[in-house]
């Protein structure tokens, strides 16, 4: 479990009560930090992990400078990348001026989502960016879940094993 900086880490075993601790420890895991270091994640991942492990990457990927990092334990393990997005980071209605914060540096900004040309760029952001996080991820040799908050994600994870299933 990670923030700004690596909070919990429960080292790999199998079986049933393995999964039960690593359940138990993500519900009641009270981040201290505010930030998000995909990188220093990743690279603790790297140095602590020595045999080959498959590895769940949970996040928003909403972060930089991770691609190295990534593309290393990419190699080193079996990394899969479950992206977690909501609609609304990737279009926005028009509500008139909104006033929004990141979560992560309590940063205020105020935009008005009724001029459509602040919504296309926002959108037009939005596209760049999951683009390029989809090319990273294939330079990385990473699978990627991809989850809507709106939605179940049982589907996602059931489609990526059963076609994981079929090209292993």
Same mark, same amino acid.
């Given at each position: 479990?990670? $923030? *700004?900086?690596? !909070? @919990?880490?429960?080292?790999?075993?199998?079986? +049933?009560?393995?999964?039960?601790? =690593?359940?138990?420890?993500?519900?009641?895991?009270?981040?201290?930090?505010?930030?998000?270091?995909?990188?220093?994640?990743?690279?603790?991942?790297?140095?602590?992990?020595?045999?080959?492990?498959?590895?769940?990457?949970?996040?928003?990927?909403? $972060? *930089?400078?991770? !691609? @190295?990092?990534?593309?290393?334990?990419?190699? +080193?393990?079996?990394?899969?990348? =479950?992206?977690?997005?909501?609609?609304?980071e990737e279009s926005l209605p028009p509500l008139g001026?909104?006033?929004?914060?990141?979560?992560?540096?309590?940063?205020?900004?105020?935009?008005?989502?009724?001029?459509?040309?602040?919504?296309?760029?926002?959108?037009?952001?939005?596209? @760049?960016?999951?683009?390029?996080?989809?090319?990273?991820?294939?330079?990385?040799? =990473?699978d990627v879940i991809d989850i809507q908050t709106d939605?179940?994600?049982?589907?996602?994870?059931?489609?990526?094993?059963?076609?994981?299933?079929?090209?292993?």
């Amino acid at each position: 479990i990670f $923030s *700004d900086r690596v !909070e @919990k880490f429960v080292p790999p075993r199998k079986g +049933r009560a393995h999964v039960l601790r =690593v359940l138990r420890e993500l519900f009641y895991h009270k981040p201290e930090g505010r930030g998000t270091d995909i990188a220093r994640a990743l690279e603790y991942l790297t140095h602590v992990v020595r045999r080959r492990a498959v590895a769940f990457l949970v996040s928003d990927f909403m $972060s *930089d400078g991770f !691609e @190295k990092p990534m593309s290393v334990a990419g190699r +080193r393990h079996d990394l899969i990348a =479950v992206r977690l997005s909501d609609q609304r980071e990737e279009s926005l209605p028009p509500l008139g001026y909104v006033e929004f914060e990141d979560a992560e540096t309590g940063e205020l900004f105020m935009a008005n989502t009724s001029d459509s040309r602040f919504r296309a760029e926002f959108e037009e952001g939005a596209v @760049k960016a999951r683009e390029g996080l989809q090319r990273t991820f294939r330079r990385s040799c =990473v699978d990627v879940i991809d989850i809507q908050t709106d939605e179940s994600y049982v589907q996602p994870l059931m489609r990526f094993f059963k076609e994981r299933e079929r090209r292993f």
